[in-house]
């Protein structure tokens, strides 16, 4: 059974820093494409970044230099070191595991507020 748990929201001030976690179990992260998406209330869920089996990685036009995905393959685990935080970055953040099937974490809430 694939389980997916994020970790590391929270109430952050704009220009802070934040890192989430993906905790992944039943699927290998080093096998399988991890995105992050992002959803704010009222609006669509959309994709922040990507990182591919071999390592590569893409990202949001809207977070770009601003946040790294990363994955640890030890510890099956994938992160997303969020900085320079704006007010627009506050959403629920979801971890998305593309393998076999897609599967989804249940969401951190990100709120960057002064």
């Known amino acids: 059974q694939v389980q997916l748990v994020e970790s590391g929201g929270g109430l952050v001030q704009p220009g802070g820093s934040l890192r989430l976690s993906c905790a992944v179990s039943g699927v290998m992260v080093s096998m399988s494409v991890i995105d992050w998406y992002r959803q704010p209330t009222g609006n669509q869920r959309d994709m922040v970044a990507t990182?591919?089996?071999?390592?590569?990685?893409k990202y949001a036009d809207a977070v770009k230099g601003r946040f790294t995905i990363s994955r640890d393959t030890v510890k099956n685990e994938a992160y997303l070191q969020m900085s320079s935080l704006k007010p627009e970055d506050t959403a629920t953040y979801y971890c998305?595991?593309?393998?076999?099937?897609?599967?989804w974490g249940q969401g951190t809430q990100v709120t960057v507020s002064s």
């Open positions: 990182i591919f089996r071999a390592g590569s990685t």
């Open positions: 998305h595991v593309r393998a076999v099937m897609d599967y």
